[in-house]
C-alpha cells in the first residue's frame, strides 16, 4: 500500500517539514474588505450549522480543522457540547465505517505489514519527530462496536487526538494518529474498490507479534518523548499488546483502563446517591457486566478499587461482581473460556447455565447493571423493570458505542424506572423533563479520562503508565464535580468544563506518577498542589483566534 506521510496540517501542497501555522495575514486585496474574526467565528458555526447531516458536519469540520485549526478548536472549546457528538462518538462511527468513501486527505501514518522490516524508515518521515507527545495506535479490528473497519479505523486515531487538543490543551503538532494495516476480515471492504488498506484477510498472532515487537521498538526510537494509547484493538490482542508492553514503553490501553476509570468515577458518584436512597452501605453494591470483552473486563478490574477502597478484601471485592457473555452467566462449571475472562468467573454458581439477562438479574439481585456487549436494546423494560422492582434508585450504564448500539436509551431507562434510575451511556443522551423535573443523563466515556491521564503522563515525562495513575485518574474525576452539579445528581462533570477537569486530572496523574517513581520530570515533586495545577493549565495549548 501507499505510505502516506503528510500531516492532517499539510493541504498535501506545503512542504513535509512545515510546521502548523495560523494562516498569515493575505495581502490587500486578496481577502474580502471586512474579515472580522468574531464575525468569523460566527459565519463557521453558521456554515456547520447549515448542514442537516451529522457525516455533512463532520466532513465540514474536518476540512475546517485542516484549513484553521485555531478555528476549529476554538468553536470546539467554545460549543463542546454540540462538538463531541459530531467529531467523536455517535458520528466518528460512521466517519469510520466511510472513511474510504469521505476521504479527501492524509492524516497521520498508515502502516501495513508489508513494512515489517522497514518500520524505522516510514516513522522517520514523519515531519515533526520531536514534537511528538501522543499516539492513538488502532489496526482497526474492532472500533466502537462496529467491527473489523481495516484501515478506515484511522478515523478513530484522529477523533481521539482532536479530543487531547480540546479536552487537554495537548498542541496539535505534538498528536501523531496511526493506523496499523494487519488486513480486514470484513468482505465488505475486502470487496470495495474504494477500499484504502491492504486486501487481504488478517494475518495471525504470529506474524502480528512479530511487527508489534519491531513497531513499539521503533517508535521508541523514532519519537523519545511519545507516550502511547492503544485503542480499539479487537479483545485478545488488547490484553496482549497491553500486557506485552506495559512495563517497557510508556502506553496504556484507552478500552482497558480508560474505560475502566470513567466507569469507576461514574460508578462512585452513583453507589452513592443510591445508598443514600436505599441506607444500604456502598459495601453492599452488587454489580452485573452484561458483556465481558477488553472493555467489560477492564471496568470489573476497575471497580474491584471500589470495594477495596471502602475496606473489602480483594476476594471479598470480585465476590460483589458478575459477568455475562454472549453464553449467559460466566461460572467455572461452564467449561473453558477465554484467559481473560477467568478471574471474574463465579466459583460459587454450579447450577445448569443461565443465560436469559431477567434470570440472572433474578439470581444475582444487582444494584448496578452495566453494559459493554455491543447489543442494541438488551437492556428491554422487563430488564429495566426488574433493576427498578430491587432499587430505590437503579444504577444502569448502557455503555456500548455508538448510540444505535445502546443496551438501551434514556428515555427507556428513566420511563421503566419512574425517573428514579442513575444513568450513564457511552454516547449522549438528551435531558429529558419528567414530572416536572429536568433529568440529565451521564455519559461514561473515556473521553473524559484520556485526555487528562495523557497530559500528566506527558508533563510528568512517565516512563510507564501506572495502575495508581489511571486509578488517580479515576478518583480525580469523581471528586471534580461542582456542587451545582451534584444538585442536578449529575454522575460526572459538564463537558464544557473538559479543560479544568483535564488539568485536575493532569494533576492528580502527576503525584500518582511520583508516588510510582516513575517520573522522569522530577523537578516538579518541589511544586504545592496549587503550584503544579498552574503549571498544568500554562502548559495547555490555546487556539489562537
Ligand atoms: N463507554 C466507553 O467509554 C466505552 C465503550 N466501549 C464499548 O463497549 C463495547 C464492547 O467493547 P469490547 O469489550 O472491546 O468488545 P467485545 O466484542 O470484545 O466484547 C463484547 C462482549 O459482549 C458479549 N456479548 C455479545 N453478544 C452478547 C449477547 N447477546 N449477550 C450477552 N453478551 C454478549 C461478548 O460475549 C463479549 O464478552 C463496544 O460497543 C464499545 O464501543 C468500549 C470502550 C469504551
Ligand atoms: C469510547 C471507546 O473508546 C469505544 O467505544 O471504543
Ligand atoms: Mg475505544
Known amino acids: 500500500m501507499t505510505i502516506i506521510l503528510t500531516p492532517y496540517w499539510s493541504n498535501g501542497v506545503q512542504k513535509l517539514k512545515m510546521a502548523p501555522q495560523p494562516p498569515s495575514k493575505p495581502k490587500h486585496g486578496l481577502a474580502p474588505p471586512v474579515l472580522d474574526d468574531d464575525v468569523h467565528v460566527r459565519r463557521c458555526l453558521a456554515q456547520l450549522r447549515s448542514k442537516t447531516s451529522p457525516l455533512e458536519k463532520y466532513i465540514y469540520l474536518s476540512a475546517l480543522k485542516h484549513e484553521n485549526p485555531d478555528m476549529f478548536y476554538k468553536l470546539c472549546l467554545d460549543n463542546m457540547a454540540e462538538f463531541t457528538p459530531i467529531i467523536y462518538t455517535p458520528t466518528v462511527g460512521e466517519a469510520c465505517q466511510k472513511w474510504s468513501h469521505i ?28 514534537e511528538a507527545r501522543i499516539a492513538v495506535v488502532t489496526d482497526g479490528s474492532r472500533i466502537l462496536g462496529l467491527g473489523d473497519l481495516g484501515v478506515n479505523g484511522m478515523g478513530i486515531s484522529v477523533g481521539k487526538l482532536s479530543l487531547y487538543v480540546a479536552g487537554a490543551g495537548i498542541r496539535p503538532v505534538s498528536t501523531v494518529p496511526i493506523c496499523l494495516d494487519f488486513g480486514t476480515n470484513t468482505q465488505k471492504y475486502l470487496d470495495d474498490p474504494l477500499y484504502m488498506g491492504l486486501r487481504q484477510r488478517r494475518i495471525g498472532d504470529e506474524p502480528m507479534t512479530a511487527f508489534m515487537d519491531e513497531f513499539m521498538h521503533e517508535m521508541s526510537v523514532a519519537f523519545p518523548k511519545l507516550l502511547i494509547q492503544f485503542e480499539d484493538f479487537s479483545t485478545d490482542h488488547a490484553f496482549m499488546w497491553l500486557e506485552r508492553f506495559r512495563n517497557q514503553y510508556p502506553l496504556f490501553n484507552d478500552d482497558i483502563q480508560g474505560t475502566g476509570a470513567v466507569v469507576l ?16 452501605p456502598l459495601t453492599s453494591h452488587k454489580i452485573l457486566f452484561f458483556g465481558a470483552g477488553s472493555a467489560g473486563v477492564g471496568v470489573a ?6 470495594f477495596t477502597l471502602q475496606g473489602l478484601s480483594e476476594k471479598e471485592a470480585r465476590e460483589r461482581i458478575w459477568l455475562v457473555d454472549s453464553q449467559g452467566l460466566i461460572f467455572d462449571a461452564r467449561g473453558p473460556m477465554a484467559e481473560h475472562k477467568q478471574y ?3 466459583r460459587d454458581y454450579t447450577g445448569p ?68 434510575v442513575l444513568f450513564a451511556s457511552g454516547s449522549p443522551f438528551p435531558e429529558m423533563d419528567w414530572n416536572s423535573r ?52 449529575l454522575l460526572y462533570p459538564r463537558i464544557e468544563r473538559i479543560r479544568e477537569i483535564g488539568a485536575f486530572i493532569a494533576k492528580e496523574v502527576i503525584r500518582a506518577a511520583q508516588k510510582a517513581g516513575v517520573d522522569r520530570s522530577t523537578d516538579l515533586r518541589r511544586m504545592s498542589d496549587a503550584e503544579l495545577l498552574a503549571f498544568v493549565h500554562s502548559k495547555m495549548w490555546n487556539p489562537m483566534v
Not at 468515577?265 to 444500604?280: D, E, Q, R, V, W
Not at 448510540?403 to 419512574?418: G, N, P
Not at 487528562?452 to 503522563?457: E, R, T
Open 103 to 130: 476521504y479527501r486527505r492524509p492524516e497521520g501514518i498508515y502502516i501495513s505489514i508489508k513494512d515489517k522490516g522497514k518500520i524505522g524508515s516510514v516513522l522517520k518521515n514523519w515531519p515533526k519527530l520531536d
Open 438 to 489: 429536568t433529568i440529565h443523563p451521564g455519559q461514561g466515556n473515556n473521553m473524559y479520562i484520556f485526555p487528562g491521564l495523557g497530559l500528566g503522563a506527558i508533563l510528568a515525562r512517565a516512563s510507564a503508565v501506572t495502575d495508581t495513575m489511571v486509578e488517580a485518574s479515576s478518583l480525580g474525576l469523581a471528586e471534580s464535580l461542582t456542587d451545582d452539579e451534584r444538585s442536578f445528581d
Open 353 to 420: 447455565p443461565i443465560k436469559d439477562l431477567l434470570d440472572i438479574i433474578e439470581y444475582v439481585k444487582p444494584t448496578a447493571l452495566l453494559g459493554l456487549s455491543t447489543i442494541s436494546g438488551a437492556f428491554h423494560s422487563g430488564v429495566i423493570q426488574a433493576m427498578a422492582a430491587l432499587n430505590a434508585r437503579p444504577i444502569i450504564f448502557p455503555l456500548s458505542n455508538p448510540v444505535k448500539l445502546s443496551e438501551c436509551t434514556f428515555q427507556d431507562a428513566v420511563q421503566h424506572t419512574d425517573g428514579q
Open 301 to 306: 478490574m476497575q471497580l474491584m478499587s471500589f
Open 344 to 346: 471474574f468467573s463465579r
Open 265 to 280: 468515577s461514574g460508578f462512585i458518584n452513583a453507589a452513592k446517591l443510591s445508598s443514600a436512597a436505599s441506607g444500604k
